[in-house]
């Protein structure tokens, strides 16, 4: 059985998020501020968890087509962007939606993809249902590092000229729409500062980005290991960072809030979900949608991600790519983020000690430099 929420515990708990002090976004430091470094030690570690990412190396899967006597749209495959790409892969899939006769919906799948093309249905006007198999702050999408930047999406031999310009179309929609939530704490979206740190130095300039480098301001590749830390070549920018655990909770509020229905409930098989009682299904079923709808192509990848205490200091991540490996850092409101792991074809969900070591000893290197 369904088990609604209520609506009234959500809208008290979004309220109190919004007035809570501690999720304003920080100062907007400037570019090249003093980077603080991060506190990195094993007493220091709150907890570590493994997501797993639901990877096609052709790119997502967004197209309609009729089920029996059902409009049937795909929304899913997005790999490691689900946060960055949501706002505009939603878009389309609300616009797929259109075409069905009737102002049913059901959603399948209450990750932010699930959310987000929820919420677009429920302002145009639909009658929304969302069933998820997990519900935040137990979903996929809460395990995120949400830094707005594609990660983890297609195979480069894999995709053609059509997918590319639909993933450029798609990433830049997206972007615009979180712009809309940048620096309100009831969202948690606010602008960092990234470095990538490269140990070789090189003049070469920054790489121009698929989705556009413009979404990146202050973009600039410097060699200057004094102010750097030691480090060849850094590029820099500034990026959206997105705090799921707050961004998911305030989508469940609003779309509550407009009408629309949020439910926990596992679908094991494809004939469960033909039995639902809507005009028009949309298949935001993240690995899921594999089983249900019949796609091989769909696999996990696996990534690991350390949180330590919180450094209100902190205002910046980085990316190193040490050993062939990535280590990551990533500021939330409430922790450290460490991360960098990467395993195609691996659904396993329990914590690699070796690699959280990795993680610690990685990170801590990089913060001694910064030091």
């Known amino acids: 059985m369904a088990h609604f929420l209520n ?76 946060v960055t790409l949501s706002w505009g892969c939603a878009q389309r899939a609300a616009a797929l ?23 677009l249905l429920v302002r145009q006007g639909y009658q929304v249902t969302v069933y998820g198999a997990d519900l935040p702050p137990h979903t996929t999408s809460n395990i995120a590092g949400a830094f707005w930047q594609p990660s983890t999406l297609y195979d480069e031999a894999k995709v053609d000229d059509a997918f590319m310009a639909a993933f450029r179309d798609v990433a830049r929609a997206s972007h615009r729409a979180f712009l809309h939530y940048v620096n309100n704490p009831y969202y948690g979206v606010w602008w960092i500062r990234l470095l990538e740190l490269e140990k070789q130095a090189s003049s070469a300039p920054a790489a121009e980005r698929p989705e556009g480098s413009d979404l990146y301001p202050g973009a600039a590749a410097v060699s200057d290991p004094t102010r750097y830390f030691g480090y060849g070549r850094v590029v820099r920018y500034r990026s959206l960072m997105i705090d799921p655990d707050i961004f998911l909770f305030a989508l469940m509020r609003d779309i509550e809030s407009a009408g629309g229905r949020i439910a926990q409930r596992r679908f094991e098989r494809t004939g469960e979900v033909a039995d639902l009682d809507c005009d028009v299904l949309i298949n935001c079923a993240g690995l899921g949608a594999g089983a249900l709808f019949g796609d091989d192509e769909l696999s996990p990848v696996s990534g690991q991600l350390t949180h330590l205490l919180p450094q209100p200091e902190i205002d910046y991540g980085y990316v190193e790519i040490r050993d062939g490996k990535e280590l990551y850092m990533l500021p939330r409101r409430g922790a450290i983020l460490l991360g960098g792991s990467r395993k195609y074809g691996d659904g396993e969900t329990a914590v690699d000690p070796e690699e959280r070591t990795r993680m610690l000893t990685g990170h801590a290197d990089i913060a001694a430099r910064m030091a």
């Open 7 to 82: 609506r009234r515990r959500v809208m008290t708990t979004g309220a109190a998020a919004f007035a809570a002090p501690h999720l304003l976004p920080p100062k907007a430091s400037a570019i090249d501020d003093p980077y603080a470094p991060v506190k990195v030690s094993a007493d220091r570690v709150m907890r570590t968890v493994v997501g797993l990412r639901p990877y096609r190396p052709t790119g997502f899967v967004l197209k309609r087509e009729r089920i029996g006597r059902r409009t049937v749209v795909h929304n899913y495959g997005h790999g490691g962007c689900g």
């Open 97 to 119: 939606a259109a075409a069905a006769d009737g102002r049913r919906a059901v959603v399948l799948g209450a990750g932010v993809m699930g959310l987000t093309t929820a919420m």
